[in-house]
């Protein structure tokens, strides 16, 4: 499908999933064409969530490989948090996440790079994690995303790949739900967007649109707060991941004993399963010993429209949202792959 192709952009709009799609149809029927003729689900890395999504795309490895393995990770050997969207300096991102990134294999081969994105996204250690290697221009709203795009993809002189990323779906469906009023709009401007692409794709290119997750909401009876209930905070040292997977680090000897309190509380919301049984699975990729400690000694991914909160540990807004997304449901992993030539 890519044969003469020397031009290739990339865009990756942040919440839109493959099932998401049929939803987004009325507003964006662009979007919705292209998924009916050219377009195939994939399936994202576990947990499904921005970071680990972003980085997997950006490295092409799985999710134990590059090290990034949550929304928020504890840093092992300190009892700190790192939230890897506010992510500066530290840890180091080089060291945090070491694996060379596709545009810097692609840069070294020759090829002109270049990443599209919010102006505050540059030099931010998830962006350095996922998308070192290509020369970053800041860009906020559709219509600057579709103009510095088209611009870096018909400036290069020779093979050409451009990285692109659109937030806004996510947002307004995290904050107001999907389907709600500002998701539709939202999903009519992701619509505008990838029209304006395909419109301005010069004949030697071609436009991929993917996603990082897709997302769930959550009704309020469906929804544990572990701060509120002391069964789910005994024997809990550090508590991780984000609201539909959630990573628990425990005091020694506690493990047993947190996995039977969760189990009984959640029963049938969630699977509670400890980081040995987890990485066995394989969900995560084969895991290096440097990375196990970033996963928690217990691991909870909720089930159905369930979620556990952390009303006082977490940010105040991270329990009043609507939509979530993290966990293994096919709503949540599955995600568009639309190919389209100039």
Known sequence: ????????????????????????????????????????????????????????????????????????????????????????????????????????????????????????????????????????????????????????????????????????????????????????????EVDALVARLVDGLPPDAALLVTADHGQLDIPAEHRFDLDTDPRLRDGIRVVAGEARVRYLHVVPGAVDDVVAAWSAVLGDAARVRTRDEVVATGWFGPVPEEHLGRIGDVVVTCNDTYAVMASRTERPMASKLVAYHGSDTAAELTVPLLVVRG
């Open 1 to 188: 499908a890519l044969a003469g192709v020397r031009r290739v952009a990339v865009l990756l709009v942040d919440g839109l999933g493959w099932y998401q799609v049929p939803t987004a149809a009325p507003y964006a029927p662009t979007l919705a064409g292209l998924a009916a003729t050219v377009g195939r689900p994939l399936i994202a890395g576990f947990p499904s969530t921005t970071p680990t999504s972003l980085v997997s795309l950006g490295t092409g490895v799985a999710p134990g490989a590059h090290g990034v393995l949550g929304f928020t990770v504890r840093v092992p050997g300190t009892d700190r948090v790192l939230t890897h969207t506010d992510w500066a300096g530290d840890p180091a991102p080089l060291s945090w996440q070491p694996v060379t990134t596709q545009l810097e294999r692609a840069r070294a081969a020759g090829v002109t790079t270049t990443v599209v994105s919010r102006p505050e996204f540059g030099g931010s250690g998830l962006t350095l994690a996922a998308n070192r290697g290509g020369n970053f221009r800041g860009a906020a709203g559709v219509d600057a995303v579709a103009t510095t795009m088209l611009a870096a993809l018909a400036g290069g002189a020779g093979p050409t790949l451009v990285s692109g990323y659109h937030a806004d779906l996510d947002r307004h469906g995290h904050v107001s739900g999907v389907d709600s009023a500002p998701w539709r709009i939202a999903a009519g």
